[in-house]
């Protein structure tokens, strides 16, 4: 049993050194200017038109192979701009799907009033089509901003722990056959205004 014990204690001590050093290791962050980025050659930020024509150049397709979705009239989009308006459009073909999200602009612009807020854009799984995915969006994005199993690139990314981004600002990332580009502020803005409405002093 004195062998067995004296024989382990290396490597008993030799591994809490590795996580006393994993521990301290941060990996170097890098910011991104995800807000310039495009998906499929769309941005966040972009109007309904402007997101239409971008995916049927990017798939060299017909504005009638794009579904749209509306919002209802008790959602939030509806209430800030007096009616229904484009929440989705979605593009799918043989497992490729691309989802483009909106959120009402806020002030209210009646001529623009829904942004791009949220970009999903997927292909089937296969290995060789990850690896392609990935090797696109370092070309594409350049240097990822933070450690982790899957690229992500940050608008802000966090400091004290080399991985992930700040909370509620924008970011791009991947997993698997999957890219996601999403700007917080437009729903964060809706947010706001929601809150603002309901907004009442107090009479006690």
Known sequence: ??????????????????????????????AADVKSFDVGGVKTGMS?????????????????????????????????????????????????????????????DKANPVAV????????????NEDNMVKAALQKYGP?????????????PMPSSGMGCESGTASLSMGNTKIELIDPAWQQAVIGYSNQQKKTAPKL
């Open 1 to 30: 049993m004195r062998i067995h014990l004296f024989k382990t204690l290396p490597l008993v001590v030799l591994s809490s050194s590795l996580i006393s050093l994993s521990a301290n290791a941060i990996p170097p962050v890098r």
């Open 48 to 108: 309904v038109e402007e997101a239409r024509a971008a995916m049927q150049k990017n798939f060299g397709i017909s504005s009638d192979q794009i579904r749209t979705s509306k919002s209802m009239k008790s959602q939030m989009t509806s209430v800030i701009t007096g009616s229904q308006q484009v929440a989705f459009l979605v593009y799918e073909d043989k497992g490729t799907r691309m989802q483009v999200s909106f959120e009402p602009r806020v002030p209210y």
């Open 117 to 128: 807020s949220h970009v999903i854009y997927e292909i089937p799984w296969t290995k060789e």
């Open 144 to 156: 990822v901003s933070t450690g982790g199993v899957f690229p992500i690139w940050c608008e802000k």
